[in-house]
């Protein structure tokens, strides 16, 4: 992930939303897989909250949390302690030439997990390449990519078509695949895997409190600096068009009857 250019970023919107992530909301394809004693490699581990979930299911088995961005570790650390996970190890590293052993009897992770990150990366399958290769054999490769195109909501306020084009553009400027989830069975395919358990779950946000949370946050980071310049330096909007997506946001957040969901793909691997 040195190469890549994460299209988000590390700001404090980003940030917001990936804290609330929990390992039952975006990991629960993988939870009944776990159980205690088992070794897991978290990669791209963000703000740790999926982490200390993952870490809960297979305690006392070790975890490593992995993140191409030092800074986040800090954050990590803090929500596996106050979640009690004391069995997490923290590193930073990159998923498509992790410096890990290679899987065996002796070594590799049992489990090894991506959530969010496949998207971000202009080699996907070779990310999976390098998970398979530091999991033990007979253990399991799990990832989980929203997909943009498929993300879908009521009413229809302009400024949301105009954040969708404008964000798949930015993405794919950046070298990354937005339209991830359709395509992650495809990938882990490609990176060798035969025995995959592929499926799809979403996100709904519509609720009055779910609303302004997304909404809001969402508003905020179709203004923020590192991605305006992104989008306006790389051609893909003019700033007028960043405030249109923003205040599509906000008129969602406000709208009685908005509905949004997130359709993501996701794939359990067997090594």
């Given amino acids: 992930m040195s190469d890549t250019v994460y299209t988000h970023g590390h700001q404090e919107p980003v940030l917001r939303s990936h804290r609330r992530r ?16 088992l070794s897991l490699l978290d990669v791209g581990c963000g703000p740790g909250t ?38 997490v190890d923290f590193t ?37 390449r390098e998970m398979r290769r530091v999991c033990r054999p007979g253990g399991t490769v799990a990832a989980r990519d929203a997909d943009y195109s498929a993300m879908t909501w009521w009413p ?27 395509r992650v069975l495809s990938w882990a395919r490609a990176a060798g895997f035969c025995d995959v358990v592929p499926s ?18 969402w508003a905020e980071r179709a203004l923020s600096p590192d991605y305006a310049r992104m989008a306006v330096e790389g051609g893909h909007a003019e700033a007028a068009e960043l405030n249109e997506a923003a205040e599509g946001w906000r008129t969602l957040a406000r709208a009685e009857d908005g509905w949004f969901a997130v359709l993501h793909g996701e794939v359990l691997c067997r090594r």
């Fill in 92 to 128: 930073v590293g990159d998923v498509t030439s992790l410096d890990l052993p290679d899987g065996g009897d002796d070594d590799g992770f049992d489990v090894v997990h991506a959530h969010q990150v496949l998207q971000h990366l202009g080699d996907p399958v070779a990310a999976l």
């Fill in 156 to 182: 229809r306020p302009p400024g949301l078509d105009t954040w969708l084009r404008v964000y798949r553009n930015v993405a794919r400027g950046n070298g990354a695949e937005p339209d991830a989830g359709r």
């Fill in 200 to 217: 799809a779950s979403t996100w709904c946000f519509a609720t009055p409190p779910e609303r302004e949370w997304w909404g809001g946050l």
């Fill in 22 to 37: 929990t390992a039952e909301d975006s990991a629960g394809y993988l939870l009944p897989r776990l159980r205690p004693g």
């Fill in 50 to 87: 999926i982490t200390a979930g993952l870490a809960r299911a297979v305690a006392p088995g070790p975890v490593t949390a992995l993140d191409s961005a030092p800074g986040v570790l800090d954050d990590a650390r803090a929500a596996c302690a106050a979640a009690g996970a004391n069995s």
